[in-house]
């Protein structure tokens, strides 16, 4: 397969499907609160782009807000989790404990503490976002081979020096890696508690769509978060092979 035809890819098999589904509506007439064609979608889009616009807005506020506290809390007890094993221990059976808990479930009681809106939502993003970040950032850390650490003992360095200059150096790749799922799943956190709990957001649009068996609109706020997860997918992206560059260099090499 030539170079040329896989970067067409990304862009080729989305409009092959857009283009089957489309055929498919039309040839069978389905009825567009079931399934409405991508014509409809973009007229629906381009009819109530405002409001897309201004709740698209609110859930990338929610989304993001809730990823960055999820970054800084998730990095910090990563890097304890990592670091020292009593933490370890102890830490880490409460939190797949917390992690396996539904989150829709803990959304009612956000609403009592904080009612609905905002808040809630970007706690839910934080919530669902954090976990991955913990959990690779540790493993990061938990890489260092024993014979490495004996070395650099043997020539004097104390635990908190191999831990910033080598342990911390060593996880990066698995942080970043963390980071490009973790917003994926800030996006379902904030949609989900905007379903719920909220008067704006791309979810709460969603909810009413749903209600009044809008099908272009239902799947118009769809495609919008699709849209956003893919930005800031990419965005992650660049930003792990520009900051780990030394460990995606023979990747590279083989594209």
Not at 55 to 83: D, E, N, S
Request: aromatic share 12%; glycine share 8%; proline share 6%.
């Amino acid at each position: 397969m030539s170079p040329a035809l896989i970067r067409t890819l990304p862009w080729s098999l989305p409009l092959a499907l857009v283009v089957v589904w489309e055929i498919a509506c039309r040839l069978f007439e389905i009825q567009s609160f079931i399934l409405p064609a991508p014509s409809a979608i973009v007229a629906t889009t381009i009819e109530f782009y405002g409001a897309i616009a201004q709740h698209a807005l609110q859930t990338l506020f929610t989304t993001v807000v809730g990823f960055a506290i999820a970054v800084g809390f998730g990095l910090l007890l990563g890097i304890a989790l990592g670091a020292s094993k009593p933490i370890y221990d102890a830490m880490y059976p409460m939190m797949i404990g917390f992690n396996s808990v539904p989150k829709v479930a803990i959304v009612p009681i956000l609403v009592i503490w904080f009612g609905i809106g905002t808040i809630p939502a970007i706690i839910t993003a934080f919530l669902i976002s954090f976990f991955p970040i913990v959990v690779n950032v540790a493993t990061g850390l938990a890489t260092i081979e024993p014979e490495l650490q004996d070395v650099l003992r043997s020539l004097g360095a104390r635990k908190v020096q191999i831990l910033i200059k080598v342990g911390i150096p060593r996880s990066m790749p698995y942080f970043f890696a963390s980071l490009k799922v973790a917003i994926t799943l800030a996006f379902v956190g904030s949609v989900m508690s905007e379903m719920v709990a909220s008067n704006s957001g791309i979810g709460y649009l969603m909810q009413q769509a749903a209600s009044t068996f809008n099908g272009p609109l239902l799947f118009s706020g769809l495609i919008v978060i699709a849209i956003m997860g893919v930005v800031m997918y990419e965005a992650f992206v660049w930003v792990e092979r520009r900051f780990t560059f030394w460990a995606t260099r023979a990747q590279d090499a083989l594209t």
